[in-house]
Each structure stands twice: as C-alpha cells, then as structure tokens.
C-alpha cells in the first residue's frame, strides 16, 4: 500500500530531540510533522520558527510545519526560511485563504489547508489548483492524545471525492488520534498521510514499535 507517516514531534522528549528523530528516520518515516500552536487560535502554546531550523539540521526528512495560529500570512517566510519543506495553514484562520495558499508557495513551500471537525469540506472544490495538502483534523487541534473523531471519516471520503473529481495530486493526511486501531479505517476512507504523536513517541516499544505498528496494520 502506498502511505506516508508523519511523527509529531508534539510528543517528543524534546531534551533528546536529535535521538528521537534519528529513530523516526531509521523506522522509515515520511516527514516530520511540527505542531506550532499560539494560545490564541488554539488554547496550546507550542513551537515557534527556531525549532523547525533545529529540525532542519537534524535531519534531511521534509519539515510538514502545521500552523495552528492566528494571522499565519505574517510568519509563512520566516517558517519557509528556516525550513519548512510543507505550511498547513488552517481554514478557519484565513479570511484569504487563496491568497494565503498562493503566498505558501510563493514562499518556496508546499502548500497546505486544515479544516478543523467542524469545517466542511465545501471549500476544497475552489482551492484545489492551489493545494499540495489537505488536513483533515481527526480532533480538535490543541493537543496530542486526543481521541479519534469517527465522523471525520466522512469528510476524509468527502474530501477524497474532491481531489479525485479535480483529478488533483494533493496529499491527503488525516492528525489526530491516530494509532493502530484507527489507521486503516482512515486509509480506506482515501488518506494517505498519517501524523501520529502519541502512537509513534509514547508507543510501549518505543519509537520503531509505533511506527512499524502503523505500517503493519497498512501492510496487511
Ligand atoms: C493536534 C496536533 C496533532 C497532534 C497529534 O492539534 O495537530 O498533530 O500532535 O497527536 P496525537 O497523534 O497524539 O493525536
Ligand atoms: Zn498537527
């Protein structure tokens, strides 16, 4: 099957950073995916542009920077700048999304959009010239080691529809609770891209445990 795994340093031991991506890159993982979260948009206040320069000396895996924050048009070239290889900037943050998509790209990125639970997936069908990646949030964003949203399912296929319709290219990835017991069920909804925080860092065989896990149950 073709997928990708996209760890979320969200739930690193961030004193052994270094470590801890050397083991997502040994277990064959994608990207990279960094949680920038302002205490504004969301309640959570995470990671800011220095720890994605971090990121980019510690490995050569693509940096997928999801942009949790207010006004996200202001701080695109400086995350570009030091490294993001993906911006996901959210729906719901964008009173200009087109030009903000444009602008990602402009920047040197690929360009990314999140719809939260309770965006529908309606805007897709305009925005999908300007799109390499779509987030279907699976909970809402704030936090690692939430729980899996089944309805968000539906709008996977929904949004599946649409890419496929516009015969469109972009990633679809799916963030929030995902482990072993809800990957597959996403992947047969149309994602591709799977993040997993907790699943991959807090995994009880470790970080090649979380991994392989995710891929096994793809791979069966
Ligand atoms: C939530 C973040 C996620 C989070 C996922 O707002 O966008 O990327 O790290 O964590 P898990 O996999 O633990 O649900
Ligand atoms: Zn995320």
Redesign the pocket.
Known sequence: MQFRISP?I??ADLSNLGEEIRACEKAGADAI?I?V?DGVY?PNITFGPNIVATCKELTNLPLDV?L?IVEPEKHIAEFVAKGADIVTVHYETCPHIHRTLQQIRQSGAKAGLSLNPGTPVEPLALLEQDLDLVLI?S?N??????KFIPVSLEKIRQARQILDRAGSKADLQV????DASTVLAAYEAGARNF?????VFKHPKGISGGIQALKDVLNA
């Open positions: 979320s969200l739930s995916h949680d979260m969301v999801h949790m949030m909970v964003p704030g936090f690692g080691g939430q963030d929030g609770g995902i993040v997993a925080g907790t699943a």
